[in-house]
């Protein structure tokens, strides 16, 4: 006798929701009832169901939802002047930048005691930094490592950072400081992803780390 043929997907997961009705129910039922295979797929479905039902059931973290409403922001907002401009622009899949601000997690200037000489430069310029800031974005994945001098000139100051965790992207980043006064200044990143700037005047500084679809924003830098 030729062996019954089993039931499609779509029915397994009709069935475990109890959607079937009818002659499609008892269909279903009896096939079930003798197909171990089936019977098996069936109760697969209600694990991944009960998962998808307690999962809903879960309620998203304050700081996690703040976190992630801030980080689309931006794209959303400017999805709705475009909607508002060009209507037919919502018609245009487009991506966004995806915005990661950054967390201070060292800041040497209040450790008293450490030795000027910091450890872990790459580079052999102002290797005498009077502090250095290091910054943590996206959880961890991408850090921001500054180091700085001050100069002959007093109020004024070197800046040497390295960024690490987007060296497979090293091609598509740019770096800009804005200056008091809102002035920009880009600056190249070498093979050893570092870049420097030279006699800044003291005062609040932002810095902007641009890397293909993501933007990493460090605000304030107190020189």
């Known amino acids: 006798m030729a062996r019954e043929k089993c039931v499609n ?3 397994i997961y009709d069935y475990a929701q109890g959607l079937l009705e009818g002659p499609a129910l008892e269909q279903a039922r009896n096939h079930l009832e003798s197909c171990s295979r089936c019977e098996a797929r069936l109760n697969e479905a209600r694990r991944l169901l009960q998962f998808i039902q307690d999962d809903a059931r879960l309620e998203v973290p304050a700081c996690a939802h703040r976190r992630n409403v ?6 959303f907002e400017t999805r ?3 909607a508002l401009v060009q209507p037919q622009a919502l018609a ?3 991506v966004g930048l995806k915005q990661f ?3 201070l997690a060292t800041d040497t200037r209040r ?5 000027a000489r910091l450890a872990g430069l790459r580079s052999t310029a102002f290797l005498n930094c009077d502090f250095q800031l290091l910054f943590s974005l996206d959880e961890g994945r991408v850090e921001v490592d500054l180091k700085v001098s001050q100069t002959a000139q007093e109020g004024c100051y070197n800046m040497l950072g390295q960024v690490v965790g987007l060296e497979e992207e090293s091609h598509s980043c740019q770096v800009e400081l804005i200056a008091p006064g809102h002035s920009v200044l880009p600056a190249a990143l ?3 992803f570092t870049f420097q700037y030279q006699d800044l005047p003291a005062g609040n500084y932002s810095l902007k780390i641009t890397c293909g679809q993501e933007s990493f924003d460090i605000s304030p830098i107190t020189l």
């Not at 801030?70 to 794209?75: D, M, Q, S, T, V």
């Not at 450790?111 to 030795?115: F, I, K, V």
């Open 9 to 11: 997907t779509e029915i």
């Open 70 to 75: 801030n980080l689309f922001r931006p794209w």
């Open 80 to 82: 709705q002047r475009e």
């Open 92 to 94: 245009q899949p487009k």
């Open 101 to 103: 601000l950054a967390q």
């Open 111 to 115: 450790m008293p005691g450490l030795n």
């Open 190 to 192: 070498d093979e050893t």
